[in-house]
T-cell receptor
Framework: GAVVSQHPSRVICKSGTSVKIECRSL??????MFWYRQFPKKSLMLMAT?????????EQGVEKDKFLINHASLTLSTLTVTSAHPEDSSFYIC??????????FGPGTRLLVL | AQKVTQAQTEISVVEKEDVTLDCVYE???????LFWYKQPPSGELVFLIR??????QNEISGRYSWNFQKSTSSFNFTITASQVVDSAVYFC??????????????FGQGTRLTINP
């Protein structure tokens, strides 16, 4: 089946630093990937849609200069949280469009900003 | 507007009881897809089912069953003879074509299910 990986699975960083999260589709190509954020005991909220070779589309209220998305290949999208602050601490989940209206989800990345 | 509502925030039952998780959706699209996902404590989303808007047949998979009723815009999920391993947060979701053609998933608030031994 379609597998999506995320790296790292868990990261702790100091306030003000930048953190990069990778999302890879391991056995299929995905022209579109999605980035979600989930706060504790809350639902998943779509942050942005990442399209291979073009700019990401951000949801309303998501700062594109803070959450940089790069989708340079058909199997890799990266999310960089720039100048992270404690309020950015969250569970970040990516998904890859596998066609037929099906998204395959990665295992998620827990970010803790101290 | 597209919206998914899971009115039950938390449910707690004793093992072997049957439990139904409710899901009500709103969409103007005539073609859409509904999903259920399970999220155990590890955080990873586990895909359970996908149903398109033209298929109202109920589905059964082992102890899981789904009831899709377009007339009431509901897509309810029932676990029969629940087990402790069923404890998780369950999300209902709807997919629709966004303004630029991207397939965006909209999630409900989730229902935290606890099965007590």
């Amino acid at each position: 089946g379609a597998v999506v990986s995320q790296h790292p699975s868990r990261v702790i960083c100091k306030s003000g630093t930048s953190v990069k999260i990778e999302c890879r589709s391991l056995d299929f190509q995905a022209t579109t990937m999605f980035w979600y954020r989930q706060f504790p005991k809350k639902s998943l909220m779509l942050m942005a849609t990442s399209n291979e070779g073009s700019k990401a589309t951000y949801e309303q209220g998501v700062e594109k200069d803070k959450f940089l998305i790069n989708h340079a290949s058909l199997t890799l999208s990266t999310l960089t949280v720039t100048s992270a602050h404690p309020e950015d601490s969250s569970f970040y989940i990516c998904s890859a469009d596998g066609g037929q209206e099906t998204q395959y989800f990665g295992p998620g990345t827990r970010l803790l900003v101290l | 507007a597209q919206k998914v509502t899971q009115a039950q925030t938390e449910i707690s039952v004793v093992e072997k009881e049957d439990v139904t998780l409710d899901c009500v959706y709103e969409t103007r699209d005539t073609t859409y897809y509904l999903f259920w996902y399970k999220q155990p404590p590890s955080g990873e989303l586990v895909f359970l089912i996908r149903r398109n808007s033209f298929d109202e047949q109920n589905e059964i998979s082992g102890r899981y069953s789904w009831n899709f009723q377009k007339s009431t815009s509901s897509f309810n999920f029932t676990i029969t003879a629940s087990q402790v391993v069923d404890s998780a947060v369950y999300f209902c979701a709807l997919i629709f074509a966004g303004s630029q053609g991207a397939q965006k998933l909209v999630f409900g608030q989730g229902t935290r299910l606890t099965i007590n031994p």
